[in-house]
């Protein structure tokens, strides 16, 4: 017997979740949202420490447009979720960089046309054919449900120079790519469209102010939320979804059922089913957060100019699961203070992610595993600071969390950030009112994952085309 | 209700929909996905709202009657005649 009733629970309290229960409040009828944990956010999270509030996941947002651009897919949500985009007060980044054998360099900003000029001067044989991606780019529908289509091999069609290739796919894969080696062209053209062509940006708060505004929204248009309120389990009648149990084993029950927990982590909840269909993603990564004083501030040039810098040591670049707990020849450094009109404060931060091998950090004693921690960020440290010069003895509190830390915490199986490689793009499932949305339906990112919700709920509850 | 009030009804959602509308000068008898340049999730948005607040189920077919102001009253003025 159902404790209670509701037209539609969704599982998950992050940005898909939120914006997928706003939606539905907004015309629906009642809805309810379970969140695992006391905050919402899942991914892009926040936690305390020494007075210090850390944001999770977030080094920047993509999709960035101003307010006049009324059909890009930022104002375009915050129309769908009726929230004020006036409001809505954002920083762009400066600018970033592409950082190759660390000397080799590509910087782009939110103007495609400083991309377009660093390809003219550095690859000057390769620029036509630049433009001519950009054109595939522009003209490529990558919204409609097709077939795997392998980048790697559209890119080598398209541009001769492997280099060029490996430079643009970094930023591209590592913001957003949940297959190894390769990615499939649909997503590659969402990433490369909302990167390069929108590009990075911060909203004036953190992301607990954002958190914080969604979850009022959500709760003005009559909607629920529970936090600490792990599902254990999905029932179902064979055909269709009933209701869900909690895991101190009350049972609601629900017309619809959207689920943002991911494909396989969906399949655990659903006891029913014998055999695993989704794959596991494999890639997830470590990410250190250092805090130093402003005053006293180094005058490297990435420190101050720039917003965020992917860099890789060797000549080509590999996208996968390292063997190693982590892979410092290639990552990512971010400067999360540095974003046009940002007030500055007395602290600002360095952030380093690299990938990581979630079995090697799983499979490991307490001790081993502080241990690797420290050896592997000292490793991270020591090549980020033979790009940006060294600032560690500035250093006044640092962070870190790895494959294990982020399963623990957003419920990601294996860590891994960007869900399985199997999308479902249109979110059905084998019954005809489970929906899946978030990282596993297939768009990514904060503006991504967000529109995920809206768009399920339009397309498979409320049915709007 | 009125074609007056059907009217602001109609200019009341839209306003919501998006808080950029200029609807003061905006021609009753052109259509309204030009003038205020809406796609079509904000079209199916008033859709969704007429349904929200007054039960009713407009069928697809029957959209292109929401097309201008004026062809929106005239097509909710029979139904919502009682409300």
């Known amino acids: 017997m159902a404790d209670s009733h509701y037209s539609l629970i969704i599982i998950g309290g992050g940005l898909s979740g939120l914006a997928a229960g706003i939606r539905f409040a907004r015309f629906g009828e009642s809805v309810l949202i379970l969140e695992k944990h006391s905050i919402p956010g899942g991914l892009n999270s926040y936690y305390y420490r020494k007075n210090f509030l850390l944001e999770t996941g977030l080094h920047a947002m993509t999709n960035y447009a101003g307010p006049k651009e009324r059909h890009a897919p930022l104002n375009r949500l915050f129309r769908q979720l009726n929230l004020s985009r006036k409001k809505f007060i954002t920083h762009e980044q400066f600018s970033s960089r592409i950082l190759f054998q660390n000397d080799l360099a590509l910087d782009f900003s939110n103007d495609i046309s400083l991309l377009k000029e660093e390809i003219a001067a550095k690859f000057p044989g390769s620029i036509d054919s630049f433009n001519t991606l950009l054109k595939v780019v522009t003209e490529y529908d990558p919204f409609t449900p097709k077939k795997w289509v392998s980048t790697r091999e559209t890119l080598a069609g398209i541009i001769t120079e492997s280099l060029l290739i490996d430079m643009l796919l970094l930023p591209l894969m590592v913001y957003g790519n949940s297959e190894e080696h390769d990615m499939d062209f649909g997503q590659f053209v969402i990433m490369f469209r909302s990167l390069y062509f929108e590009g990075f940006f911060r909203p004036d708060g953190t992301i607990k102010e954002f958190l914080d505004m969604l979850v009022e929204k959500f709760r003005s248009l ?222 990514l990112g904060i503006v991504g994952s967000m529109l995920s919700g809206v768009t399920m709920v339009n397309q498979n509850i409320l049915s709007i085309r | 209700m009125t074609r007056d009030e059907i009217k602001d009804v109609i200019i ?39 349904r929200k607040r007054y039960k009713l189920q407009i069928p697809e077919e029957d959209y292109p009657e929401l097309a201008s102001l004026n062809s929106c009253v005239n097509y909710l003025e029979p139904k919502l005649k009682n409300v």
């Open chain 1, 222 to 443: 009559g909607g629920e939320v529970r936090y600490k309120s792990a599902v254990d389990s999905i029932v179902s009648d064979g055909k269709s979804i009933t209701g869900v149990r909690l895991a101190d084993q009350s049972q609601l029950s629900c017309d619809n059922l959207i689920s943002t927990v991911g494909t396989p982590g969906t399949e655990k909840l659903l006891n029913d089913r014998q055999q695993e269909i989704y794959p596991l993603g494999q890639m997830s990564f470590v990410e250190s957060i250092f805090i130093l004083p402003s005053k006293n501030k180094s005058k490297s040039k990435y420190i101050n100019d720039y917003t965020i810098i992917f860099y890789s040591l060797a000549d080509q670049f590999d996208y996968c699961r390292p063997t190693l707990p982590i892979d410092p020849q290639w990552g990512v450094i971010c400067f999360p203070e540095n974003f046009h009109g940002l007030h500055r404060s007395d602290y600002f931060q360095i952030r380093i992610t690299n990938s990581a091998n979630y079995d090697l950090w799983k499979n490991t004693t307490k001790d081993q595993y502080k241990q690797m921690k420290e050896k592997w960020g000292r490793e991270s440290r020591r090549v980020t600071e033979e790009i940006i010069g060294k600032f560690y003895q500035n250093v006044v509190y640092e962070d870190s969390f790895t494959p294990v830390t982020i399963e623990k915490y957003t419920g990601k199986e294996c860590g891994a950030v960007y869900g399985s490689p199997l999308k479902i793009k249109d979110g059905k499932t084998a019954y005809n009112n489970l929906f899946i949305a978030g990282t596993d339906q297939g768009y």
């Open chain 2, 12 to 50: 009341e959602i839209i306003e919501d929909i998006d808080e950029d509308a200029e609807m003061d000068g905006l021609n009753p008898d052109e259509p309204l996905r030009d003038q205020l340049d809406l796609d079509s999730m904000d079209f199916l948005d008033i859709v969704m709202e007429l």
